[in-house]
Each structure stands twice: as structure tokens, then as C-alpha cells.
């Protein structure tokens, strides 16, 4: 009976501890507060110019000092090597070949002012959307015409600020006060301009890189003075669309001055998205930051100037690294691409993610997986179509045009000038194979976008986007 007694006394502490615990679990699982997150784009941003520098003199020592402590992903390759595609694939997670969208002009030769133009597809889900549907603010600062909300890339968001092509400070002020009206957690996307042609950084940041500079001819400092002419002359000249170029070509000495004038475009960015990020920190130090760029731009290396003509390192390999608040630095050198970023964020934040995507997360230990890139399109002075997959130290890129591969070995020759198709054949083929598979798999993909979706453009976005150089001369 005693026992009985006893057990059952047993019984309600038993209960009652019970119930406590109970109590205790519901107010761990209670909604879980989920950090902001913000995404900072430098449009045409070289990955070398986050940690290198001219004559000693830095190009981005604040932006360079924070990726040491934070998680620096030095091998990011980007998924095409020109703004518009590039950005589908960080905003959805999936590959260019997947989600179909490159450069998509069309001129309609039967009625000349009518242009259309691949746009973001709607059925696809963007990274804005994602974070609105997990009950995210979410706002968007952007300058490039390439990604305007006619072409979809408005989707998700709560506000998208086209500024246009404004300086670095004019964004970083703009972002600060949209910032500030946002309710947390949110996600904000500034997108800043300045590396992209034409090179015109303010002249302080313009003076610090010009030591050792050569004075130049007048006819050369009027070729700089209007370099839009001269990138046009040289590209089509370049792409074989201009047999005789009708601007000289530039001394190495004025090529050193554009070299250096971009430099300054990058020092100026770096000023301004540390201030940003300085005033966002300061306002809430959970957020997580990332920062990184949607391709590079190259200066002669492999004969052209600008972007989206080749798949070259310069071009491909760009900045990224995430301060994640609490977590120790990590300098990581394993292959990384853009369409990581949102495998990324979804777990850093503690949002399930979509099977569909074809990214992985960067947050944990992952397998050295071969990253790709691709550019092309249809328009007069675009007609080119390359693609890419690096697998370890080894790199080919494949000109469905000429119907010809180049391999080069980027740790022996990161230059890549040194082709290997023709001697490593087994390494070609290996290569050539994954490219392949690579191919079938996007159309195989349950996102893959079989047919476009094309929206016209007007006359004004069509002049803005000739301003950045894409669509060269009627
Ligand atoms: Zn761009």
C-alpha cells in the first residue's frame, strides 16, 4: 500500500516535470527570429581587385580587410560573363542553360523600332520572392538597365529603386534610408554600377592610382575621352565584324591609364559599400552580409576589352565572401559559383530549400563539384556562343560557333595562353564529356524554360542599354 502511495506521488511529480518540460520546448520552438540579409552586387568587379592592388597602393582594403573575417570564397566562378544571365542564375539558383536566358535581342528587320529582349521568366521563382514568401521585407536598389522590372527583375520584391547610373555614394545614401524604413528580418539587394564602363571614378580615387602613369598623346587622350567609340570600334573589329577599325589602337601606356582609371571605380566602391555596411551593421549586427559581382571585365588580356565576349578568368572569376555575424572567418578555396548564394542563404537562415536548385550550400563541408559558365546570344553584334566547365584545377571552353575547345590548366598557367586541347586529349575528352552531361541535365531539369520569355523594349531602354556598350551600332 506504502509503495502504491509512494508511486503514485512519483507519479504526479512525474507529470508535473512533465509538463514543465512541455512548457520549456514550446518556448524553444517558438518562432525562431530570423536574421536580415543583405546582398551587395558591384556590377563588373574583377575578383582580383578585392584583394590586389596598383603599385602598392590597395584597390579595396576595407572591403578586402572584411572578407578576412568573414567566410571568403576565393574561387567563385560567375554563370555567365555579362549582366543579365549572370543574375537569373544568382537570383534562382539555376544554370544558364536551364533557365534560358542570355542576350535575346531580336531585331525585327520588318519593323526597325521594335526590339525584343529575353526577360526573367515569371514562372520561375525568384530570390526576392523566396524571402517575401518566408515573410521577408524585401527591397531592391538597383543601376544597371539590364535588370529593370520590364524584365522581370522587379518580382518579389516590395520596392525596387531604379536609380540608373549613379555614383556609388548616391546608392549607398539611397540604400541607408531604404534601410531604415524596412521591418526586420529583410532582405535588401543594392546593386552598384561603378567598375562598369566608362571609367570615370571621382578625381581623388582617379589620382591614386595614377603614379607612374605616362603622359599620354593628344590624339590618345582623345581617344579616351570618348571610350565608348573606341570599345565599339575595337569589339567589332574584335568579333570580326569590322574588317578595318576606324580608331587607332591604344599604346600600352593609355591602356595603363584605363587599367587604372577601373581601379579607381574599385577603390571608390570599396569606400562607399563599407559605409553602408557600417550603418547597417551598426543598425542591426545579426544581418548577414554577402558581396560579390556578376562578372569581371577584361583589359586586352585575350584581345577584347569589356565583358560578355568570353569565358577567360578575368571575366568569370569573381569577388564573393558573407560576413555571417558569430561564425569564425574561413578562407575558402574550394570552387564556388553564384547560384550558391541562395542554398546559402536559405540555410543560414533556416529556410528549407527548393530541391530544384542546382546550387549547393556553402555553409558546411562540400564535395569539389565542376562549376560552368556560359555566354552568348543571337543579336547582330552578339553573335557568339561559349561555354565552360572548370573540374579542379582544369578548365575547357567550348565556341559552339568555330565548333572548337581550348583547355588550359589554371594553376600552372592562370593566364591561360597556354592551350592544351591538342596534347592532353584524354583531359579534353573528360572534359568535353561533362560538358555534355552538363547540357542534358538543364534540359532535363524540371525548371529547364524550353521556349523564351521575350518582352519588347522601348526607345529609351534601348538607348540606355547601348550606353552599356551591349548593343553596339544599328
Ligand atoms: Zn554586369
Redesign the pocket.
Known amino acids: 500500500m506504502k509503495s502504491r502511495l509512494i508511486n503514485k506521488a512519483w507519479l504526479v511529480w512525474g507529470q508535473r516535470l512533465m509538463a514543465i518540460v512541455a512548457l520549456l520546448t514550446v518556448s524553444c520552438s517558438a518562432p525562431v527570429e530570423r536574421p536580415s540579409v543583405l546582398l551587395i552586387v558591384v556590377?563588373?568587379l574583377r575578383a582580383d581587385h578585392l584583394t590586389g592592388n596598383r603599385n602598392g597602393v590597395p584597390f579595396m582594403p576595407k572591403l578586402s580587410a572584411m572578407a578576412e573575417d568573414s567566410w571568403h570564397f576565393a574561387e567563385t566562378t560567375s554563370q555567365a560573363s555579362?549582366?543579365k544571365p549572370s543574375m537569373v542564375s544568382l537570383f534562382t539558383s539555376l544554370y544558364t542553360g536551364t533557365h534560358g536566358v542570355e542576350f535575346g535581342t531580336r531585331k525585327q528587320f520588318l519593323d526597325d523600332s521594335s526590339l525584343e529582349i529575353d526577360m526573367l521568366p515569371k514562372s520561375l521563382e525568384s530570390m526576392a520572392r523566396f524571402f517575401k514568401d518566408h515573410g521577408y521585407d524585401t527591397a531592391g536598389i538597383q543601376t544597371?538597365h539590364q535588370l529593370v522590372e520590364d524584365f522581370g527583375f522587379g518580382e518579389g520584391f516590395d520596392a525596387y529603386h531604379m536609380l540608373g547610373d549613379v555614383p556609388a555614394s548616391v546608392v549607398s545614401d539611397e540604400a541607408i534610408k531604404v534601410a531604415a524604413k524596412l521591418t526586420p528580418p529583410y532582405f535588401l539587394y543594392v546593386h552598384l554600377l561603378d567598375p562598369?564602363a566608362s571609367y570615370e571614378p571621382p578625381e581623388t580615387y582617379r589620382a591614386l592610382f595614377e603614379d607612374g602613369l605616362t603622359a599620354l598623346s593628344e590624339e590618345e587622350e582623345e581617344i579616351l575621352a570618348n571610350y565608348g567609340e573606341y570599345y565599339d570600334d575595337h569589339i567589332l573589329h574584335y568579333l570580326g565584324r569590322r574588317e578595318v577599325r576606324q580608331i587607332a589602337t591604344l599604346s600600352e601606356a593609355a591602356r595603363e591609364v584605363v587599367r587604372a582609371r577601373y581601379g579607381g571605380e574599385s577603390r571608390f566602391s570599396d569606400d562607399e559599400v563599407a559605409r553602408l555596411i557600417a550603418e547597417i551593421r551598426g543598425k542591426d549586427e545579426e544581418t548577414i552580409i554577402a558581396f560579390t559581382s556578376?562578372?569581371g571585365e577584361e583589359f586586352w588580356e585575350h584581345g577584347a576589352v569589356g565583358h560578355s565576349k568570353s569565358l577567360y578568368q578575368e571575366l568569370i572569376h569573381v569577388p564573393l565572401f558573407i560576413s555571417v555575424p558569430g561564425a569564425a572567418p574561413r578562407h575558402d578555396s574550394q570552387p564556388a559559383q553564384l547560384i550558391d548564394l541562395l542554398p546559402t542563404f536559405a540555410e543560414l537562415c533556416g529556410l528549407k530549400a527548393r530541391r530544384y536548385w542546382q546550387g549547393v550550400s556553402l555553409v558546411g563541408e562540400r564535395v569539389d563539384l565542376p562549376v560552368f559558365s556560359a555566354t552568348g546570344g543571337s543579336s547582330r553584334e552578339h553573335d557568339f556562343r561559349l561555354r565552360t566547365v572548370r573540374l579542379g584545377r582544369y578548365k575547357l571552353i567550348h565556341d559552339g560557333n568555330k565548333k572548337s575547345v581550348s583547355v588550359y590548366d589554371l594553376v600552372a598557367d592562370p593566364e591561360e595562353t597556354h592551350d592544351l586541347a591538342k596534347s592532353e586529349e584524354a583531359l579534353t575528352r573528360m572534359l568535353q564529356e561533362a560538358l555534355q552531361k552538363h547540357k542534358l541535365d538543364n534540359e532535363k531539369h524540371p525548371k529547364f524554360q524550353a521556349t523564351k520569355e521575350l518582352t519588347s523594349i522601348d526607345e529609351d531602354t534601348l538607348e540606355r542599354l547601348k550606353d552599356l556598350g551591349y548593343l553596339g551600332e544599328d
Open positions: 556590377d563588373t555579362w549582366t544597371n562598369h556578376d562578372h
